[in-house]
């Protein structure tokens, strides 16, 4: 009978701490947005694909202390039927257009970021 004992605790502190599954960190559980830098502070109030220097796409918590940077010229969107639109959001666009950029009503903040992204890219 000890000797069952001592096994199940043995066992006991082997399934403790050690044997936990790792934590991951809160990175990985925000929603994904796309952190959209404005050529100007007068673009970034409109809100328009106009004036886009930069977007990336990133999770929201990382998105939230770059915009604090530079605030006047950030801003955090989501696109889309299930973007995000809670705090830190600053737009949230349900069925984004841009025929001229090639965004259609349907698309994902994923997929109108990388056209974003791009739009800013060959602009430099």
């Keep these: 009978m000890r000797t069952a004992m001592f096994a199940l605790a043995s066992c006991a502190l082997l399934a403790g701490?050690?044997?936990?599954?790792?934590?991951?960190?809160?990175?990985?559980q925000d929603p994904r947005v796309c952190?959209?830098?404005?050529?100007?502070?007068?673009?970034?109030?409109?809100?328009?694909?106009?004036?886009?220097?930069k977007a990336q796409y990133l999770p929201l918590s990382i998105a939230m202390?770059?915009?604090?940077?530079?605030?006047?010229?950030?801003?955090?969107?989501?696109?889309?039927?299930?973007?995000?639109?809670?705090?830190?959001?600053?737009?949230?666009?349900?069925?984004?257009?841009?025929?001229?950029l090639g965004i259609t009503a349907g698309m994902t903040t994923q997929q109108v970021c990388s056209i974003l992204a791009a739009y800013g890219e060959s602009r430099d």
């Design 17 to 28: 701490p050690a044997a936990a599954q790792p934590q991951g960190n809160a990175y990985g």
């Design 35 to 53: 952190l959209v830098t404005f050529e100007s502070a007068a673009a970034a109030t409109t809100g328009a694909d106009t004036g886009v220097i």
């Design 65 to 100: 202390k770059l915009e604090a940077k530079n605030d006047a010229t950030s801003n955090i969107f989501t696109y889309g039927a299930t973007g995000f639109s809670g705090t830190g959001v600053d737009f949230h666009i349900a069925a984004p257009s841009d025929p001229a």
